[in-house]
């Protein structure tokens, strides 16, 4: 994994450590799913999609926000929609 | 689609199975109540979900071999018995009525009070995520209303934002479909109290989703055009099969999405009290037995 993606895993870590109440400590994997999280539905899903777009300051494609599997493919739409290159 | 049989040979009812989660479970109490359709079919209810109030997740293969029409919610669980449908039987996949738009602090709730018989998810299966951050931070339950008051409204998403992408969300998800239920939602939000809680639609939204249903089941299921729904309702209480618990909603939400319908006084937990509860009376009591249950959690946890 690149520095860049080593980042953005961890701001992904932090918006789902807020949205899903998960331990301080708790840091994601590229291969993380849904079924891992406690409360991950797909109510909760939407809130997570806003708390990435205001962490990395884009807007996700919504079509392809609702049909990822993992939480690589979401920093993969993180990437393509530009994010990852800013500060936190 | 193919015309279901009236009835088997042995002169048993044909089946009329609904899958899915609780709204399927109301699905099926209400079209249950309509005599001629209970009086032309054998009407079974299918948990999608570990159902602590409506049971069990098997259905005997007789009455599976007897399916007439599957009403089938689209759910991550698809349904389990597929291979012993007949190849007669009508599939009709419904979607979810659900909609967090209107509570989007919505939390899993780590300190819900354990169940008992008479409240089988606790008193706040659903959860609010300033609530729980506060009863984390060691608020006392009038500290945690005092911030909920002064400042929940910090931590609300861009309302219009979130409000597209639960639309892409319903839309997404009706594509796996065969009725659509999100054109009904967006078009009447305002004008229509539609839900209890995020996936705790009000009889409106149920008896919406039972008209679409029945208009789709149509050409294998004559009697579903005699189906009176609203006779049905009727033998619900006024909030309907769902209405157990309703969470309030935040005031800017009422605001921004218009909410014409709502109330002052639109709490109801689980239980609880049986007159709604004020949006503090409601939240204090959530933030009371969090306190409580995350207090009972440490000490068991320091004896361990």
Redesign the interface.
């Known amino acids: 994994m690149s520095l860049a993606e080593d980042d953005i895993l961890r701001r992904v870590s932090a918006v789902m450590r807020?949205t899903?109440?998960l331990p301080a400590g708790y840091v994601a994997s590229a291969e993380t799913t849904s079924a891992d999280i406690?409360?991950w539905d797909?109510?909760?899903?939407?809130?997570l999609?806003?708390?990435i777009?205001?962490q990395f300051g884009v807007?996700l494609p919504?079509?392809r926000?609702?049909?990822l599997h993992d939480v690589g493919e979401l920093m993969e739409l993180i990437q393509e929609a530009g994010g990852g290159n800013g500060a936190d | 689609m193919e015309t279901a049989p009236t009835d088997s040979p042995r002169g048993e009812k044909p089946t009329l199975l609904v899958y899915g989660n609780c709204q399927a479970g109301a699905v099926s109490a209400i079209l249950g109540a309509d005599r001629a359709l209970a009086a032309a079919y054998a009407i079974h209810y299918l948990p999608s979900f570990d159902d602590r109030v409506s049971g069990s997740r098997n259905v005997a293969p007789e009455v599976i071999a007897r399916t007439a029409l599957l009403l089938e919610q689209f759910d991550a669980n698809p349904f389990p018995y597929r291979n012993q449908l007949p190849l007669h039987c009508a599939n009709i996949v419904f979607p979810?009525v659900?909609l967090?738009l209107l509570w989007?602090l919505?939390?899993?709730n780590?300190y819900n009070d354990q169940p008992t018989e008479a409240t089988p998810w606790g008193h706040y299966p659903e959860g609010d995520?300033v609530i729980?951050d506060c009863v984390q931070r060691g608020l006392s339950a009038d500290e945690t209303i005092v911030y909920y008051r002064t400042h929940a409204h910090e931590h609300l998403?861009?309302l219009s934002?979130?409000a597209?992408?639960?639309k892409?969300?319903l839309r997404?998800?009706e594509t796996r479909c065969d009725i659509t239920m999100s054109d009904f939602i967006f078009s009447s939000l305002s004008s229509d109290r539609l839900f209890w809680s995020?996936?705790h639609p009000t009889t409106v939204s149920l008896r919406e989703l039972c008209e679409r249903l029945l208009a789709a089941a149509a050409p294998a299921v004559p009697e579903s055009r005699l189906v009176d729904i609203d006779r049905s309702l009727t033998m619900f209480a006024p909030e309907g099969p769902l209405g157990f618990l309703s969470v309030p909603i935040h005031p800017l939400i009422v605001e921004h999405f218009d909410l014409r319908w709502y109330g002052s006084g639109e709490g109801r937990d689980y239980g609880l009290r049986v007159e709604p509860a004020s949006y503090d009376e409601y939240f204090h009591g959530m933030a009371s037995i969090a306190i409580q249950r995350r207090a009972s959690l440490e000490a068991l946890r320091t004896a361990t």
């Open positions: 807020t899903f109440g406690d409360g797909s109510l909760s899903h939407s809130i999609i806003l708390g777009e205001e807007e919504m079509d926000a609702f049909e | 979810s659900d967090n989007p919505r939390f899993a780590p995520r729980i998403p861009n934002r979130y597209e992408m639960e892409t969300r997404t998800r995020a996936n």
